[in-house]
């Protein structure tokens, strides 16, 4: 018998969507810009999550560390969430 009750919900968590953009030339890239979407991929202690977490292969998950460290830099992001 056939189990009607659907694929077993994933233990990470579903992926919070996509994480690249695609520029007019074909592109893709992560935008360091984009505090938002950043911000979902990081722990509320300003961690990065992982690959399975969130749903990218080692080349995107490359790009996002990148953008994460260099918002960080600029000054769009915290680099803790501990406040001085």
Same mark, same amino acid.
């Given at each position: 018998? !056939?189990?009607?009750?659907? #694929? =077993?919900?994933?233990?990470?968590?579903? #992926?919070?969507?996509?994480?690249?953009? *695609?520029?007019? !030339?074909?592109?893709?890239?992560?935008?360091? =810009?984009?505090? *938002?979407?950043?911000?979902?991929?990081?722990t #509320?202690?300003?961690?990065?999550?992982?690959?399975?977490?969130?749903?990218?292969?080692?080349? $995107? $998950?490359?790009?996002? +560390?990148? +953008?994460? =460290?260099?918002?960080?830099?600029?000054?769009?992001? #915290?680099?803790?969430? +501990?406040?001085?």
């Amino acid at each position: 018998m !056939k189990d009607s009750r659907g #694929p =077993k919900p994933d233990r990470f968590g579903a #992926p919070t969507g996509k994480v690249t953009i *695609e520029s007019g !030339k074909g592109i893709e890239y992560v935008d360091y =810009k984009d505090v *938002e979407s950043l911000r979902r991929m990081m722990t #509320p202690n300003g961690k990065i999550y992982g690959r399975k977490r969130l749903g990218t292969n080692a080349r $995107q $998950q490359r790009m996002v +560390a990148t +953008a994460v =460290k260099r918002a960080r830099f600029l000054g769009l992001l #915290p680099f803790t969430s +501990a406040t001085i």
